[in-house]
């Protein structure tokens, strides 16, 4: 599951205050497992110390193709050649200018004409300096030449300015890396997921709903995007980031969720429906604050639309993936849905102490098949989880609909 074990990457450290964002991306590489090299330029080195990159890579700091060493002069034609990805951060409107043009004049700008593997670029600058013609021109040239370019983020830049120009997170520009790396073997899909819970309201400031954290959800979200899915999200209420790169819709009720899921049905090959949606809701919501008048509250509720058999009964060859969480007979509930709805596979939990499912960071189920056959998993965390779901929907579903 770790993609990055092993893989030798470079990172290229430019001069911008960003710099010191480029230490902890370091580490993070490093925890990852993967073997890094950095290579400074000269002015990176007014930011931060070559020793400092040094003390975390466990290996020389490459900052001159002139060193009186016997190997400088060939170091970077090596390095390029056992390169498995390349990363810039942060990257002024200076070494994107020098990429854009192919000039090579120091030892990063020599060493990226020998690259061939992928390459991913993180520019920082001045808001200004970055919204200019040039360095759009610039970006826009060599993301047609197969950069993959990673969008500041906006904000207070150390220079005094508000707006586009920030070096993003370690971490986003990490998953950047991994996504890279990792097998496209859903190139081709596009998946509609939808997470969390669902709420409905019993008056302005109350509701009534469950303890889906959504963690389930966004894991299979952001597997899906690392393997080149396009992806949907549509969500309950959570305390989750959106992952990166995903359509993100955000609902409140049962009646919402149905109605974003039509919206986006259609353009899906995929639906995997982690949400935990509310089986009835209150006939009606007061519109004040209900008070404390009365020593009983009576209230009367509804069935919420159905949306997952109303996606099997119109799934029309998309893939159907449904959740059971039981607290009881776990085989007999999660078959009888899997054929209720027409599903193609059904993930089931029994849910109790020593296996939450909500809102924990594990689970532990049992995937249930439209052909009869079930596979019981041990317990794992729920991102691992993720990527075995995608595994039998491409081994068991899809594989099966190509025959």
């Known amino acids: 599951m770790n993609v990055l074990e092993g893989k030798h990457i470079i990172l290229g450290v430019s001069g911008g205050i960003a710099a010191y964002k480029s230490v902890e991306l370091l580490r993070l590489l490093r925890k990852a497992g993967a073997q890094v090299r950095v290579i400074m330029t000269r002015n990176a080195r007014w930011f931060v110390g070559a020793l400092t990159f040094e003390a975390l890579s466990g290996a020389a700091v490459c900052t001159s193709l002139f060193k009186n060493t016997q190997d400088a002069a060939i170091r970077h034609i090596q390095w390029a050649e056992e390169a498995d990805a390349v990363i810039i951060a942060p990257a002024t409107a200076n070494i994107v200018a020098k990429l854009t043009s192919g000039l090579a004049d120091d030892a990063l700008s020599t060493f990226m004409l020998a690259v061939r593997c992928p390459i991913i670029l993180c520019p920082s600058m001045n808001t200004y300096m970055y919204e200019s013609k040039i360095v759009q021109r610039n970006l826009r040239a060599l993301k047609s030449d197969g950069y993959i370019v990673v969008e500041p983020e906006s904000g207070a830049l150390a220079c005094g300015t508000v707006g586009p120009g920030r070096l993003p997170e370690p971490e986003v520009i990490l998953e950047k890396v991994i996504r890279c790396l990792w097998e496209k073997d859903l190139l081709d899909k596009r998946i509609l997921i939808t997470a969390g819970p669902t709420i409905e309201p019993l008056d302005p400031v109350r ?197």
């Open 207 to 403: 509701f009534i709903s469950n303890a889906s954290s959504g963690k389930m959800g966004y894991a299979l979200a952001n597997a899906a995007l690392r393997r080149g899915a396009t992806v949907t999200l549509v969500t309950g209420p959570t305390s989750l980031a959106a992952p990166m790169d995903a359509k993100v819709v955000r609902v409140q009720t049962a009646a919402d969720m149905a109605r974003a899921v039509s919206d986006h049905v259609n353009d899906a090959h995929i639906i995997i429906k982690t949400a935990a949606v509310c089986d009835y809701r209150p006939v009606e919501s007061a519109s004040h604050k209900l008070k404390k008048h009365q020593d009983e509250l009576i209230l009367r509720f509804e069935k919420t639309v159905d949306i997952l058999k109303g996606l099997g009964d119109k799934k029309k060859g998309k893939v159907l993936v449904g959740f059971a969480a039981e607290t009881e007979s776990l085989n007999e509930n999660a078959r009888q849905k899997l054929a209720k709805k027409n599903l193609d596979m059904i993930v089931g939990n029994l849910i109790s102490a020593e296996n939450p499912g909500f809102r924990a960071d594990t689970n532990t189920v049992t995937l249930f098949y439209k052909d009869g056959t079930s596979e019981s998993l041990p317990s794992m965390k729920k991102e691992q989880l993720a990527h075995i779901i995608l595994d039998r929907i491409i081994e068991r579903i899809l594989t099966q609909q190509q025959r």
